[in-house]
């Protein structure tokens, strides 16, 4: 059973930095993108960054140049820096990823998602 556990969510003050980890597990990491997303209450899960399976991250014009996105395969956990938080970066943060199995198909998987709360 595949499942992502997202942590390392919290308050922090403007300007500040935070790490985000989501541990995966039953499934094969190291093949999988993972992507983290965000959403405030009544709007739509906005996606923030993706890294391949190959490592090739990608961000939303939003956080370029604050956030960081990686991923280490021995620990089976992604990881999202953080830096120069802006009040509107405050939301719950969710890891996400898809996989494909013969027979299966493709099937989407989120964690629980984590708070982020920035505060001036």
């Known amino acids: 059973q595949v499942q992502l556990v997202e942590s390392g969510g919290g308050l922090v003050q403007a300007g500040g930095s935070l790490r985000l980890s989501c541990a995966a597990s039953?499934?094969?990491?190291?093949?999988?993108?993972i992507g983290w997303y965000r959403q405030v209450p009544d709007n739509q899960r906005e996606l923030v960054a993706t890294?391949?399976?190959?490592?090739?991250?990608n961000y939303v014009d939003s956080v370029k140049g604050r956030f960081t996105i990686s991923r280490d395969n021995a620990k089976n956990t992604a990881y999202l820096q953080m830096d120069s938080l802006k009040l509107e970066d405050t939301a719950v943060y969710y890891c996400?990823?898809?996989?494909?199995?013969?027979?299966?198909?493709?099937?989407?998987?989120w964690g629980q998602g984590t708070q982020v709360t920035v505060s001036s």
């Open positions: 890294i391949s399976s190959g490592g090739t991250a």
């Open positions: 996400h990823t898809t996989t494909w199995a013969r027979g299966l198909g493709t099937r989407t998987y």
């Open positions: 039953g499934l094969t990491f190291n093949s999988v993108t």
